[in-house]
């Protein structure tokens, strides 16, 4: 194949060329005969394989093929197929990034990496080749990015402080009660109804000024009650989504109406009601300083892929 000029061939991301692919040096009989592989795409001075492809979608095509069926299952395998070879390509960029700024990747580096794995439960073969290729490469990946990338961010006080009035709720404490309850347990499915009658008199009783203490040793069932029904401190999110409905109008000293759950029949009374607070910058900036780090080494990230497939030649043969 000719060599084209990176001039010749301006490309914002990467060029899509539906191109066939012909070897001219085959013979009649070669060519008509099937091919095991063949060139998928050319990146620079490398080429990404069939073969490749296939070997980096096994495990995802098996894992479509057991969810999706007929039209889904076709479209689908071509959206992975598609993605992976958009990945390898920009795996290769990196890789030839990584060999210009001459970075490189001791043995001793690698089998620290296998070491590792194996701690960590995985099941790799450090004496296969390719297995030691893949690590390797891995490690490659890593350190261009953090040279070219995660070196060059920086996080200041100011961008923090940014990102934490921008993100408040990210740092809010939940609204606390503290709650007292009457609980009737609803032991059968027919012992429902004997549950509902007794807590409707508990709530009369409640109506017509009985202090929350005496009825709920009266007709609460379960330890508490002995306690008065004294629930303690909850906070929002903690409780099922209809006593949180039944709590959120409500005001200390006010009592719910009944509220039906899976542990039967309850009656709420909030003794005490902490707004929803904000945790203090200088609590938490260490934590938006890595927040912000992540997200400015992405976008970096980004930016210097984008930069990488805007220099280089690359050509789709699929």
């Given at each position: 194949m000719s060599s084209v000029s990176r001039r010749q061939y301006p490309m914002a991301l990467f060029t899509v060329l539906s191109v066939s692919i012909g070897f001219l040096a085959l013979t009649a009989t070669f060519a008509s005969a099937h091919l095991e592989d063949r060139i998928v795409a050319v990146v620079n001075s490398d080429l990404i394989m069939l073969s490749d492809?296939?070997?980096?979608?096994?495990?995802?095509?098996?894992?479509?093929?057991q969810q999706h069926q007929g039209d889904d299952l076709a479209q689908r395998l071509k959206l992975a197929e598609s993605m992976a070879i958009t990945k390898m390509i920009e795996r290769k960029l990196q890789l030839q990034e990584a060999k210009t700024r001459k970075i490189e990747v001791s043995d001793q580096e690698v089998k620290v990496a296998f070491e590792q794995m194996k701690q960590q439960g995985g099941a790799i073969d450090p004496s296969n080749p390719q297995n030691a290729r893949t690590v390797r490469d891995q490690l490659l990946l890593l350190?261009?990015?953090?040279?070219?990338?995660?070196?060059?961010?920086?996080?200041?006080?100011?961008?923090?402080?940014?990102?934490?009035?921008?993100?408040?709720?990210?740092?809010?404490?939940?609204?606390?009660?503290?709650l007292s309850q009457i609980l009737v347990q609803s032991r059968s499915r027919d012992g429902a109804a004997d549950a509902l009658t007794k807590i409707r008199k508990a709530m009369d009783e409640l109506k017509r000024g009985e202090k929350f203490e005496d009825v709920a040793l009266q007709y609460s069932?379960?330890?508490?009650?002995?306690?008065?029904?004294?629930?303690g401190l909850?906070?929002?999110?903690?409780?099922?989504?209809?006593?949180?409905?039944?709590?959120?109008?409500?005001?200390p000293g006010g009592i719910s109406d009944i509220v039906e759950s899976t542990d039967g029949f309850?009656?709420?009374?909030?003794?005490?009601k902490k707004p929803k607070q904000y945790r203090p910058f200088q609590e938490v900036q260490y934590e938006i300083q890595g927040l912000v780090f992540e997200q400015k080494t992405e976008d970096g990230f980004q930016s210097w892929l984008a930069d990488l497939k805007n220099k280089a030649y690359i050509e789709i043969k699929f």
């Open positions: 492809v296939k070997r980096e979608l096994a495990s995802q095509q098996e894992r479509i093929k350190k261009v990015v953090d040279r070219e990338v995660r070196g060059n961010v920086m996080v200041g006080e100011s961008e923090m402080k940014r990102y934490y009035q921008g993100h408040r709720d990210r740092f809010a404490l939940p609204e606390e009660y503290t069932d379960g330890p508490l009650a002995l306690q008065g029904g004294r629930v909850v906070r929002r999110g903690e409780l099922l989504p209809p006593i949180e409905r039944a709590l959120a109008p409500l005001v309850h009656i709420f009374r909030v003794e005490d």
